[in-house]
């Protein structure tokens, strides 16, 4: 996660009863104590992996999370780009491949169930995106 991100967190964060979320921010936490380099990023993304996972089957259009972002289209392209780095479909597909990567390393799933959970149509589609 790029650094620029880590300016978006707010200050202070009250969490109660979901343990999960409070581990997340915990980590955070320590990670911005510490000074480190956001080495507990990876641990707190995978904390919440399997909502990320839920989702990634879905046909992401840039209009859509324009659109729900109350934004236009070029001015979330460009907020989007500016706060992470990546452009929108450059991100969702890095996203895609860690969630396949994730799941064909930790779950017994055939790649066939691993394809359709990460949003593509057929296994030489998506053996040609992760190839890459």
Known sequence: ???????????????????RLSVLVRLVGEEAISGGSCGAWP????????AAARSAHRSWRVAQ??????????????????TV????????LARRMAIAKDLLRRQDLD??????????GSAGTFSTAFNR
């Open 1 to 19: 996660m790029p650094l620029q991100m880590v300016s978006l967190l707010p200050s202070l964060v009250h969490v109660r009863g979901t343990e």
């Open 43 to 50: 641990m707190a993304i995978r904390a919440c992996e399997p």
């Open 65 to 82: 999370l324009a659109r729900t972002a109350a934004l236009s289209r070029s001015a979330f392209f460009e907020r989007f780009t500016r």
């Open 85 to 92: 780095g990546l452009p929108p479909m450059e991100y969702l």
């Open 111 to 120: 790649m066939g169930e691993v394809v359709e959970r990460v949003g593509y």
